[in-house]
Nanobody
């Protein structure tokens, strides 16, 4: 059974930082992983993606230069370091695996975590 478990969300003031973690089990950890987010009333949005060994990453325009995706294959864990947070970064953040599209910016994945809430107060 595939499980993706996110942690690290919370309430932070604008300008602050958070680090999200995604622990994966039940699947071969190699392969692309993604972080996506969804704000109330909005569609799910691509945030970042990373390839199997971490030497290729892609970021959404709204987070480029502020967020960093990384992975530790020894721990089957993917991370999202979020700095200089803004109110518009508020939403539920999802970790995803098993991409269904060749595009790294896609939001189409086979497996999803339950999500972790990030709230940035201005």
């Amino acid at each position: 059974q595939v499980q993706l478990v996110e942690s690290g969300g919370g309430l932070v003031q604008a300008g602050g930082s958070l680090r999200l973690s995604c622990a994966a089990s039940g699947l071969t950890f190699s392969g692309r992983y993604g972080w996506l987010r969804q704000a109330p009333g909005k569609e799910r949005e691509f945030v970042a993606a990373i390839n199997w060994n971490g030497d290729y990453t892609l970021y959404g325009d709204s987070v480029k230069g502020r967020f960093t995706i990384s992975r530790d294959n020894g721990k089957n864990t993917v991370y999202l370091q979020m700095n200089s947070l803004k109110a518009e970064d508020t939403g539920v953040y999802f970790c995803a695996a098993g991409p269904r599209s060749s595009s790294y910016a896609s939001v189409e994945y086979a497996y999803w975590g339950q999500g972790t809430q990030v709230t940035v107060s201005s």
